[in-house]
Nanobody, 122 residues
Framework: AAPLAESGGDLVQPGGSLRLSCATSGLSYYMAWFRQAPGKQREGVAQIKRRNGETFLADSVKDRFTISQDIRKNSVYLQMSNLKPEDTGMYYC??????????????????WGRGTQVTVSS
């Protein structure tokens, strides 16, 4: 399994921005970001297709988050803006060779990082 390592989580005020990074030893065909708040199920927020950079965003973040990749650096990023308290949670990077475009079901992803904490609070 390709190890994944997230970074960039922090405490930020509502309306603020953060950029999360995911370093890998090799990008999977589909890379995605998930998040999980305490007591809630893991939720997929964004996916990117390595081959052409095509992206898919969950409705809850569509106008505020952007996912991108740097193939030379084997890295994936999640740019988050206009953050809200409900965005609080542990954010995970994940990879899958065959999840399918737009598929953000956690069970379709084989490789996972340990997560980075994002807290949105005043």
């Amino acid at each position: 399994a390709a190890p994944l390592a997230e970074s960039g989580g922090d405490l930020v005020q509502p309306g603020g921005s953060l950029r999360l990074s995911c370093a890998t030893s090799g990008l999977s065909y589909y890379m995605a970001w998930f998040r999980q708040a305490p007591g809630k199920q893991r939720e997929g927020v964004a996916q990117i297709k390595r081959r052409n950079g095509e992206t898919f965003l969950a409705d809850s973040v569509k106008d505020r988050f952007t996912i991108s990749q740097d193939i030379r650096k084997n890295s994936v990023y999640l740019q988050m803006s206009n953050l809200k308290p409900e965005d609080t949670g542990m954010y995970y990077c994940a990879g899958s060779p065959g999840a399918g475009f737009g598929n953000l079901r956690p069970e379709r992803y084989e490789f996972w990082g340990r997560g980075t904490q994002v807290t949105v609070s005043s």
